[in-house]
């Protein structure tokens, strides 16, 4: 069997990007079945993080070669740290896609040392860049200007003062050691899910998968031209 690199079917019922195969011996393209259960969605969850957090090692990279470029905006400076702590933090939110989420107790366990740092980062996403909350990344207030001269005493305008976190180059070094972690302890949990993984499919009998299975229609196949897996 060989994965054809240049094309993937979106499944529409199942709402899936799914890699085309095509078996070797024939050169026919690979029936699949949509493995479901809680195992199975647990390790599909645990693949997707892997794939968020390679995600975020990209963009924190990128950033620290192209930080002291004055040719490139901050604003596209900005965007690269803020969506890396966003597909970041996805990991440890729960939801109704992935079902599972990462538990801060025991991916930091034999972490202590960037248990804080991580703390910050998801309060970071919570307060400022998912909520409008109160904290140390942005604030906000209209202030009265007023005439200095007291004998005269007047509201000149009222003006709009702020703050909002722009960059945290500081800690470039940090979210890369902790994006790095983290991506290393899911790593874990997919080696220890993959014989429960293996043992479940095959208590699933072959003729349910193949009358259950799905063949690509290649009328419906996208070119793979972006990485939508």
């Not at 109160?134 to 200007?145: D, F, Q």
Request: hydrophobic share 35%.
């Amino acid at each position: 069997m060989k994965k054809e690199n240049s094309f993937i079917y979106y499944d529409e019922e199942e709402q899936l990007f799914v890699g085309v195969y095509v078996y070797k011996n024939s050169g026919e393209y690979c029936p699949y079945y949509i493995l479901k259960g809680g195992v199975f969605k647990q390790a599909a969850a645990y693949i997707s993080m892997k794939k968020d957090l390679m995600d975020c090692l990209q963009s924190i990279v990128y950033l620290e070669q192209i930080n002291d470029n004055p040719s490139i905006p901050q604003i596209v400076k900005s965007s690269l740290l803020f969506a890396s702590i966003v597909k970041y933090a996805k990991c440890f939110t729960t939801g109704e896609g992935r079902g599972t989420s990462l538990n801060e107790s025991h991916i930091f366990k034999e972490a202590s040392h960037l248990l804080s740092f991580h703390q910050e980062t998801m309060e970071l996403r919570h307060k400022y860049l998912a909520h409008a909350g109160n904290s140390v990344h942005e604030s906000r207030a209209l202030i009265a200007l007023l005439n200095p001269d007291e004998m005269n005493k007047s509201r000149e305008s009222i003006q709009y003062g702020g703050f909002r976190l722009k960059d945290d180059d500081s800690n470039i070094d940090n979210y890369k050691k902790l994006y790095n972690w983290v991506q290393e302890q899911i790593d874990l949990k997919l080696d220890n899910l993959k014989p429960i993984v293996n043992q479940r499919a095959d208590e699933i009998p072959i003729e349910e998968m193949y009358l259950n299975a799905k063949i690509p229609d290649p009328e419906k196949f996208l070119p793979f031209t972006v990485n939508l897996m």
